[in-house]
């Protein structure tokens, strides 16, 4: 009688509170989640200021960045486990007190070797508060609310790393790059005193830590860590032609082959993939891995188009790449509303096509683009991402088992992490190769072209210039700054072109997947 009545509690506590409480909880949660996922960029624009402040080295500051994103990819799908072991509440109070005092540790970094710690552990435990929320959203709300719940923690997951460059760059212009991490120290213990006043979510399960598979949590974390060193690291270093990072890819191979062992032959394994038994489920990871691949890239490649063919300063390139977070914002009420009136499947066939179109609508950039050029990709691709996150959340977690949804919210958030690191990673290289096939057939035009129209050129800087070597060695320069630029922006078109082309191709996955009906008084069903 007593293990029933726990039972009954157990499966009663979220239903128990009123829907006053789990909305503040759940956007209490939120907001942790977006203070995770900005740290992610906020020092994607100020990495020149903290490496002056630190006095490191080109090649060292870059683990700012790298340290955060290894750190946090691994703890996403362990949060599934320790959400159980912990409970939610006191997993994510516990993530939020140490993801303040690590924000703290950040903005009083002596060095960068400490830096870089403390950016991993600042991404490690702000990794729990990604999927958590999702998991704790599907379990609050029922029916036609839960549509908001893809909205609202759509938005969030967009528009976060979108405006990190601008709220950093603007930060440092104004105060420090100290305070890229004291601005967290507010928000993050008032998350900390909050959540455990508002009251449970379910119960924790204390036990699980005693049987705890450490070769399962070794092997997760050396597989998705060395993964995420490589693709970081690999576009700097020529990728496999680099030492380090051809073992990193063999560790990661290694790490990845005994983590599945484990999975499948484990008593506990902190991390479970029988939710990819349902090929809904299994679809909508594969699709969000292209949608990863898309929002992510597209963050990282019109800042450094910005600040590398055009010169934009950092507070230029935030005022000009915010217009994509206000068209996400503005996007995501209708996305919410079209999935409970229409075939998800349609809805995302129709972000997808929206989303080719705008990196269609960018592959015709010219070297002279700004704010007002960019405008219209930049609003259609805001909107589009929108259309595409709303019904994917939707088609992963809806009709998810209650006792496999934290694992499912895991790995769904994964994919798309990993999708963004390999975009990232894909979209680097490109523009490096694209970049230099231009500038070749620049030089080859070049050396081919009659020689008159330059030596009159010479001519005529000479007349301003008293030494002809030094007028031709300006010549030289300016052509060779002119080349290097048009050549990067054509190599900017090939890389949205093949954007375009992956989203449009990935569309043949939509209809393979199953729509979800969403009622007021029923669990989601799912029909063909």
Known sequence: MRAAGTAMAKAAGPVALSDRRKFIIFGI????????????????????????????????????????????????????????ALSTRWLFTLSAVLFTLASLACGMAWSIQSMTVFRAVQGFV??????????????????????????????????????????????????SWHWLFFINVVPGAFIAIA???????????????????????????????????VLEEGPRHQWF???????????????????LERSLFSTMPVLRLTPFRRPTFALACALSIVIGFGLYSSTYLTPIFLGRVRGFSSLEIGTTVFVTGIFMACGAPLAARLT???????????????????????????????????????????????????PSVGMALNGVPQEELRYA?????????????????????????????????????????????????????SAHVSDLQHARLMLQGELAQLVTQQALTLAFRDVFYLMAGLFVAAMVLIPFARTVILRDDALPLEAH
């Not at 903290?50 to 870059?62: C, F, T, V």
């Not at 379910?202 to 993964?227: C, Q, Y």
């Not at 032609?241 to 983590?259: K, L, P, R, Y």
């Open 195 to 229: 959540l455990p006043i508002l009251g449970k979510v379910d119960e924790p399960n204390l036990g699980m830590l005693k049987r705890i598979d450490w070769l399962h949590v070794a092997s997760l974390a050396t597989f998705l860590g060395a993964l995420q060193y």
């Open 29 to 84: 949660m939120a907001f942790g989640q977006f203070m995770a996922l900005l740290d992610t960029q906020i020092v994607a624009a100020s990495l020149n200021s903290i490496q002056a402040g630190l006095s490191a080295g080109p090649d060292e500051i870059a683990w700012v960045q790298t340290a955060y994103l290894m750190a946090e990819i691994v703890m996403i799908p362990l949060a599934a486990f320790l959400s159980q």
């Open 126 to 175: 702000g990794g729990a508060m990604i999927p958590t929320v999702f998991a704790t959203g599907f379990t609050l709300f029922t029916g036609k609310r839960r549509a908001m719940i893809p909205a609202i923690l759509g938005v969030v997951s967009t528009l976060a790393p979108t405006l990190g460059p601008t709220i950093g760059g603007w930060i440092t212009d104004e105060a």
């Open 409 to 461: 919210s895991g790995l769904f958030n994964l994919m798309r992490n990993l999708g963004g690191a390999i975009g990232i990673a894909a979209v680097t290289t490109w523009l490096q190769d694209f970049g230099f096939i231009h500038g070749e057939r620049f030089g080859e035009d070049l050396s081919n072209a009659n020689t008159s129209g330059l030596a009159q050129a010479v001519a005529r800087l």
């Open 241 to 259: 032609e680099d030492q380090s990072i051809a073992t990193m890819a063999w560790v990661s191979f290694v790490g990845a082959a005994v983590f």
């Open 340 to 390: 409970t009136l229409l075939d998800q499947r349609i809805v995302m066939a129709s972000g997808f096509s929206l989303f080719a179109f705008s990196c269609w609508l960018f592959s015709g950039v010219t070297a002279n683009w700004g704010f007002w050029e960019l405008l219209p990709a930049q609003a259609v691709r805001g909107f589009a991402i929108l259309l595409c996150i709303v």
